[in-house]
C-alpha cells in the first residue's frame, strides 16, 4: 500500500485498487495500536501499518501532516508526504 497527503485529500493505493477522500470527509487520524488510522466514517477507516514508516521520525511526521490536513481541511496546506506502506 502506498498512501499519499496533498492539501486536496488523501490518496490510498494498492495492487487491489485505489481511492480518495478530500480532508473534509476524513473525521480523524491517529495511531491506533500499530496502526495509523484514517476515520472515514464511523464504520469505514484506512489503517496504515507502523512498520510502513522508516522510523519514528517519518511516522510522526506523516501523522503531523495528516493531523494537520484533518484539522484545517487541506485548506492552506501544501506538498506531500508519503509511508512506503
Not at 488523501?10 to 477522500?21: C, L, T
Not at 522508516?54 to 494537520?68: G, Q, V
Not at 490536513?69 to 508526504?81: C, F, I, L, P, W
Amino acid at each position: 500500500m502506498v498512501a499519499t497527503l496533498t492539501a486536496d485529500g488523501a490518496r490510498f493505493e494498492s495492487d487491489a485498487g485505489h481511492i480518495f477522500y478530500r480532508w473534509q470527509y476524513i473525521r480523524d487520524a491517529a495511531r491506533v495500536g500499530g496502526y495509523v488510522r484514517f476515520t472515514i466514517t464511523p464504520i469505514e477507516c484506512q489503517h496504515i501499518p507502523v512498520r510502513a514508516f522508516r522510523d519514528d521520525a517519518h511516522l510522526k511526521e506523516f501523522l503531523t501532516s495528516a493531523l494537520f490536513y484533518v484539522n484545517n481541511q487541506g485548506a492552506t496546506a501544501s506538498g506531500e508526504t508519503r509511508p512506503n506502506a
